[in-house]
């Protein structure tokens, strides 16, 4: 076993002292809901980027490649100055939701190169320009485009011509639980000599004035070039800098009177030291040097294609020789680890470059950590809320919200704040570098500190009480059985926990999202909003109701993943088989529904098209098809799970004998969807939306190339739409669904909700887990054209091998050496300081495969590292003969 893995071992707590250090800064605190104080509930408003240097945050701390400890009490992170900057780089830079011609966008370059799961290691690049960084052309350029035009990038400002920039290098290794090296190394790229200004920080969050709050934390200069800091529940760091850097102290307070034109509380403020290095302010920090933010000011003159280094060290206690010779030996020995740690995760063959890919998808995932704080009891009576009294302001029905963990964002600059669904991806991937952690991320949203006494789980930070796919009960159930593979055993206290919580999550959407009973759901958003014809989250034009395919599907599979979870601990505890039988019936009810007995006009399923529809339900109760080819229509697939046989061969165990007797009971349900008491290969049993004549129909249009099947993967709208744009009449309006292959070219959703069909990673994911469940019934006799109209005839597992080559084929090189990922951007795919580096963006344009959206959403996106693991370790023979997993 490899050391990091050895790490891994002692450090299963999510305090435990390995983890207690990382990278769980955001990269915007800025324009969040928890930091918005005004009266308007515009948060971006509220505090914008202007203002984050100089206001004191209230939940949480941003920085530039930075580390906190695990309750971040106590920051370090990187400033920067070129000499030409109106302020110093202390964050991220990006445009608002009102900014952007497509939503919130971060105009940065900055790049996750390394991480091990404890942080025993880790690797940050940030490109800072060396001419005057371009906020306000940024903003003028892209507030005058509208939503036709492309972006505004930083690259077309032309502050990168000549390579004239910096490569700014973080490197963290730990040489101690709690005695962290970093080393800054600028690198500068441009053809001549330049100066730049660096200046590691360190700094208390403030917590010393809000209620509850801690005592007033300090920060003195000691001898030489230390700073000792001392809390009164972290206990006391000393931070070793280079000698001869002057240390430059202030105070992590508000400057009211920059902001809001009334007196300082503090003399000195936040925004000191930037003042005083920008501005030459010498009154701006604080002569005593002693405060609750501190930096060491180097001033590097870094040759052309040159570099220089600054060395500094974090320690609990006191460190003799802190940056001694031992100081390198350290970071060449959590390198090697590191190296080992991924050598063993990377399947025997790849290549150099999937190799590389694969680490940087795990790597991004684990900078990706967050610590996010956010008491919504304590925010809205800040704003004057109590629970008695109704009110439209935001959260306000979740008072009981109480979150202070350190958590997998989406984006930590662009969606800084967890989502539902994503975080249930997010430990999918976790769990093949980090199972541990993978399992508390699974639970969390699940803990009363989270969970809604409706049995809720919040969906985001903007709506918790919105609703996002119920995907929670796949991933527990997907992580149990990558334990049980991988430790010979496994948790099944974590199943019991997770399935109590989930029976209060399934009861809600019971209650709430089927409000007529009929075993079909509606759910609005569901993260599909911008392939409809209409806004699913607000009321109809026409009145009524939407009868949705997805929503209905979600559903569907959430039952069959809940019959897993119940068949699991059946195993164990007979009481859990009534339960199983429960949630087998909620199956076949909504299966029923989708497709009911006979030639029905308003159900979901249209037997011409060989497709499931959203049906628009009219005030009268009168229904019609919405004929979106979409993947509205292609998560019944998605519904797909197979079961081992539930009693030896000619026996009937008790289980399976009351599943027996409800389906006899019910014989009405058994219609349209696969034979449930059909034996597939090894005598397993499927549970399918889809008979065998539907899924030949579905999977034909899913595989065909004018349709679905992109060289990516597959996409969210049928290409058919292009030439064949879908029209609605009603209110005397025409509503239209063309497609197009990026973002959308409707405003009809607002902020960045506006694509129409790219390819997503975590919908293919899903799609070849049912491939894959498939296969294992279906086995090695059931194949299909891929691509439709080839006449190449696959198996269901040669179909899910295809699109996860199809998925990870955008990242790598292709013979001409590009990567699909950067599109026509000649510097990525030719320069040697931009081409090797690989950002997981969330979602890729359906023809192309370049990267759109969210640069960083390396949380679901880094599931393309599953796909490389599962199909570079496992054949079809291995999978059809389930000696893996019960289940893929």
């Known amino acids: 076993m490899n050391a990091e893995s050895q790490r891994l071992d002692q450090s299963a707590a999510p305090d435990a002292p390995w983890r207690r250090w990382g990278p769980y800064l955001s990269e915007r605190q800025w324009g969040t809901v928890r930091e918005d104080y005004g009266g308007s509930g515009e948060a971006w408003d509220y505090l914008p980027h202007d203002h984050a240097r100089s206001r004191a945050y209230r939940w949480g701390e941003d920085g530039l490649g930075g580390i906190s400890d695990d309750r971040q009490r106590l920051c370090l992170s990187v400033a920067l100055w070129n000499g030409r900057d109106p302020i110093l780089k202390e964050r991220p830079f990006g445009l608002t939701n009102g900014e952007g011609n497509h939503g919130e966008d971060v105009k940065e370059y900055y790049y996750y190169l390394d991480n091990t799961p404890t942080h025993s290691y880790m690797r940050f690049l940030y490109k800072y320009p060396q001419a005057e960084f371009p906020y306000g052309d940024l903003v003028a350029v892209n507030g005058g485009r509208d939503r036709q035009a492309f972006e505004y990038e930083l690259l077309d400002t032309g502050v990168f011509d000549d390579n004239r920039y910096f490569d700014v290098f973080v490197e963290y290794a730990k040489a101690a639980p709690e005695d962290v090296l970093v080393e800054i190394t600028v690198a500068n790229r441009g053809p001549e000599q330049a100066d730049v200004h660096v200046l ?42 280079q000698e001869g ?178 975080l249930a991806f997010h430990a999918v991937a976790l769990a093949v570098v980090d199972l541990d952690l993978a399992k508390h991320q699974v639970e969390l949203l ?138 087998a019936g909620h199956f076949l009810w909504i299966a029923a529904a989708t497709d009911r007995v006979g030639d029905v006009k308003d159900e979901m399923w249209d037997e011409a098209d060989g497709f499931f529809y959203d049906v628009l339900r009219l005030p009268d109760g009168s229904g019609t098809r919405l004929r979106v080819r ?82 990516y993967g597959i996409r969210s709208l049928s290409r058919h739409h292009l030439d064949h744009p879908y029209e609605f009449r009603a209110g005397g309006e025409t509503y239209q669904v063309r497609y197009v292959p990026a973002e959308s070219d409707s405003g009809m959703f607002g902020g960045n909700s506006n694509w129409r069909g790219p390819v997503w990673v975590p919908m293919n994911a899903l799609i070849i887990r049912a491939l894959l469940n498939l296969y294992v019934f279906y086995g090695d006799d059931f194949t299909v054209e891929c691509p439709t109209g080839s006449g190449n005839r696959m198996t269901l597992f040669g179909v899910g091998k295809e699109l996860a080559a199809r998925l990870t084929r955008i990242f790598l090189r292709d013979r001409d050496g590009h990567r699909p990922l950067y599109g026509g951007l000649r510097i990525y795919q030719e320069d040697p300081h931009w081409r090797d580096l690989i950002q997981f963006h969330e979602y890729f344009h359906g023809d192309n495969g370049a990267g759109l959206g969210a640069a960083h959403q390396t949380g679901w996106t880094a599931d393309v590292a599953v796909f490389m693991i599962l199909f570079g370790n496992l054949s079809a023979a291995d999978l059809l003969a389930g000696h893996r997993t019960k289940e893929p």
Not at 298 to 306: D, I
Not at 497 to 506: D, P, W
Not at 653 to 665: D, N, Q, T, V
């Open 200 to 241: 590691p920080t360190v700094w208390f969050r403030k917590t010393w004035s809000w209620p509850g709050g801690t005592a007033k934390p300090a920060m003195r200069a000691t001898a030489g070039s230390v700073v000792r800091a001392e809390h009164e529940e972290l206990g006391t760091y000393h931070v070793y800098f």
């Open 245 to 422: 850097a002057p240390l430059l102290f202030t105070e992590n307070e508000t400057n009211n009177e920059r902001v809001f034109g009334s007196p300082n509380t503090a003399q000195y403020v936040k925004d000191g030291i930037g003042r005083h290095v920008v501005d030459g302010e010498q009154g701006a920090v604080n002569p005593d040097r002693t405060g609750t933010k501190a930096a060491a000011h180097h001033v590097l003159t870094v040759p052309a294609g040159g570099t220089a280094t600054v060395r500094l060290r974090m320690a609990a206690g006191e460190v003799g020789d802190p940056l001694g010779a031992a100081f390198g030996e350290i970071f060449d020995l959590r390198r090697a680890e590191a190296d080992a740690f991924y050598a063993e995760l990377t399947p025997a063959g790849s290549s150099e470059d999937e190799a590389a890919v694969l680490r940087q998808a795990l790597s991004g995932l684990l900078w990706s950590k967050q610590f996010y704080c956010y008491d919504v009891d304590g925010w809205l009576r800040a704003h004057g809320q109590d629970p008695w009294t109704p009110s439209d302001r935001r959260n306000h029905g979740w008072f009981g919200m109480d979150a202070h963990d350190i958590i997998v964002m989406p984006d930590k600059w662009e969606y800084p704040w967890f989502a539902a669904w994503d």
């Open 446 to 583: 699940l803990d009363d500190r989270y969970l809604h006494l409706s049995g809720q789980i919040p969906a985001y930070e903007w709506n918790f009480g919105d609703v996002n796919p119920p995907v929670h009960a796949w991933a527990a159930r997907f992580i149990y059985l990558l334990e049980t593979q991988l430790r010979g055993r496994g948790d099944l206290d974590f199943l019991q926990r997770v399935f109590q919580k989930l029976l209060l999550n399934f009861a809600w959407w019971l209650n709430r999202k089927d409000p007529e009973g009929r075993n079909v759901y509606e759910g609005g958003f569901l993260g599909l909003d911008n392939i409809g014809v209409f806004d699913r989250s607000a009321p109809l034009p026409t009145g009524g109701s939407l009868d949705q395919a997805d929503g209905t599907a979600w559903m569907a599979f959430y039952a069959q993943n809940m019959l897993q979870l119940a068949v699991e601990l059946a195993e164990h505890e007979p009481a859990y088989e009534d339960l199983a039988v429960k949630f």
């Open 630 to 711: 979409s993947l509205v229509g292609l998560l019944p697939l998605c519904a797909s799970t197979v079961f081992p046989p539930l009693a030896a061969e000619g026996e009937e165990g008790p289980l399976a004998a009351k599943i027996r007797r409800f389906a006899e009971r019910h014989p009405w349900l058994r219609g349209g969807m696969s034979a449930a008491d059909r034996q597939g290969v090894g005598g397993r049993r499927l549970l399918s939306l889809l008979d065998e004549g539907k899924l030949r129909r579905v999977l034909a249009r899913m595989l065909d190339e004018e349709e679905f099947l992109s060289p």
